[in-house]
């Protein structure tokens, strides 16, 4: 499978703890983006990263958000001290910088905070 | 920024008419605009695209055309059948900038 993929597919937990996700993008794609979607809205935009470098941010992201992306490989969101309003699935995506637009999403993780 | 408006947000149709879903955006200089579906429990798949410099684009049973004047884009889908019962978003990258705005969806069923 040559895909996006993210792991874990569905993580639950309380209020407070920290989570991290894993997303590994289609092997040649350079530019990779984290976006949230909540039920019943669009994909929202959270930050992407150019090769290792991450070029933008969100305005609306809390500081309790970070994201990595060591080797210009795979991706990791991590959230501190999770809130119940952080319930979003988290949906990974890449794209080759040559084609620039065509977006490649995962299946997400669905995150619930109880 | 970038406004993405997306209409209408459910819609109904037989098996084997024809569907539109229209998006409006703010940003004269944006130059790229994508449709996406959403399946259950998957993340969004681009099913076709379109540059400015074209009005309309066609895919088999799938079209997308663009009033640049006007600032939107439609997605035109013939002869429905169940399996395209999705949810569908447009998507618009504003200019200078290479993240996309999404639409708020448009949850499409054809009835059999």
């Known amino acids: 499978d040559t895909g996006v993929s993210q792991d874990p597919r569905h993580k639950i937990t309380k209020r407070g703890q920290n989570v991290t996700f894993r997303c590994d993008p289609i092997?040649?794609?350079?530019?990779l983006y984290w976006y949230r979607q909540t039920l019943g809205q669009g994909p929202e935009f959270l930050t992407y990263f150019q090769n290792e470098a991450q070029l933008e941010k969100s305005r609306l992201l809390s500081d309790r958000f970070s994201a990595e992306r060591p080797k210009g490989s795979f991706s990791t969101l991590e959230i501190q001290r999770t809130e119940q309003g952080d319930s979003a699935m988290y949906l990974c995506?890449?794209?080759?910088?040559?084609?620039?637009?065509?977006?490649?999403f995962g299946s997400g993780t669905q995150l619930s905070v109880l | 920024g970038e406004n993405v408006e997306q209409h209408p947000s459910t819609l109904s149709v037989q098996e084997g008419d024809s569907a539109v879903i229209k998006c409006t955006y703010s940003?004269?200089?944006?130059?790229?605009f994508p449709w996406y579906k959403q399946e259950l429990g998957k993340g969004p798949q681009l099913i076709i695209d379109i540059r400015s410099n074209v009005g309309e684009k066609k895919d088999q049973r799938i079209a997308v055309t663009l009033n640049k004047t006007a600032k939107h884009f439609s997605l035109h889908i013939t002869e429905t059948q169940p399996e395209d019962s999705a949810v569908y978003f447009c998507?618009?990258?504003?200019?200078?900038?290479?993240?996309?705005?999404f639409g708020t969806g448009t949850r499409l069923k054809v009835l059999a």
């Open positions: 092997s040649e794609h350079n530019r």
């Open positions: 940003d004269s200089a944006s130059n790229y």
């Open positions: 998507a618009v990258p504003p200019s200078g900038t290479y993240k996309y705005i």
């Open positions: 995506a890449s794209t080759l910088t040559a084609t620039n637009e065509k977006l490649f």
